[in-house]
């Protein structure tokens, strides 16, 4: 460690350290993972790239899924590659897996693993990386329009389901969180709401001063404004 600009000799130490250390490209790779919709399907590419200096022999490549989750490998059906020929120094392998999600929203990790010999080195060596994987419903944020001034009531997301199947909406909610504010619920979605194929649903801001729907015996509600409100006035919400 150093304080100000270090001396070319502290740099060229460092560097030797890493050299020494023979940092380089990750052993373990996998290619880029979109979100998933439930039984959805994703190529997934695992690669192991030869760092160690020495030949690597026997390089097995596999993937682990969350439970409930399903991967091949494309093409066959088994879950792992073996490569016959031994990798050489600086040489990669890869494999293309099939990943397909459950039925059911969730989130996890899918995990690469490389395993190898090494004839210099007794024993098997091994390396592995990691992935964030989701798998929600197809909905989408179609449209949003945010207004301030003129008039503030004119606000609305729209939602649209581009899957070929009917989403249930049900109790989904709108939560609007400002910056160092508790979290506010703007709107639930009724029970039993259901999207179709193609269908947009609109939430919009309706003309009352609630910011966030009350119920009857609530001590605590939300306006937009206060506006010409006094104090010990009694305030009426749909009776």
């Known amino acids: ?11 060229d130490a460092v560097q030797a350290n890493i050299v020494a250390a023979r940092y380089d490209v990750p052993q373990v790779s996998l290619s880029r993972v979109t979100t998933f919709t439930p039984r959805s399907t994703q190529d997934v590419t695992g690669t192991f790239t030869n760092s160690t200096g ?8 596999s993937i ?3 439970t409930g989750w ?34 059911t929203t969730g989130a996890g990790f899918l995990t690469g693993k490389a395993e190898w010999t090494d004839p ?9 990386t990691t992935a964030r994987v989701r798998n ?5 944020i179609n449209e949003v329009r945010f207004t301030a001034g003129v008039n503030p009531t004119n606000q609305f997301i729209e939602l649209y389901n581009p899957f070929a199947s009917t989403v249930d909406l049900s109790n989904w909610t709108l939560i609007h969180t400002q910056s160092q504010w508790a979290p506010v619920k703007l709107a639930t979605i009724p029970a039993g709401t259901k999207l179709a194929s193609g269908s947009y649903y609109l939430l919009g801001l309706s003309s009352s001063g609630l910011a966030a729907p009350a119920s009857p ?23």
């Open 1 to 11: 460690m150093t304080t100000g600009y270090p001396t070319e000799a502290t740099t």
């Open 54 to 61: 020495a030949p690597a022999a026997g390089v097995k490549l």
């Open 64 to 66: 682990s899924v969350p």
């Open 70 to 103: 399903t991967v091949l490998v494309s093409g066959a059906t088994g879950t792992s590659v073996t490569f016959g020929a031994p990798v050489a120094p600086g040489a990669s392998v890869s494999a293309t897996f099939k990943v397909t999600s459950p039925a």
């Open 120 to 128: 210099a080195s007794p024993g098997t060596h091994s390396e592995t």
């Open 136 to 140: 929600v419903l197809p909905i989408k």
């Open 217 to 239: 015996g609530a001590t605590t509600i939300h306006v937009r404004s206060t506006t010409s409100f006094t104090a010990g006035q009694q305030i009426d919400i749909d009776g």
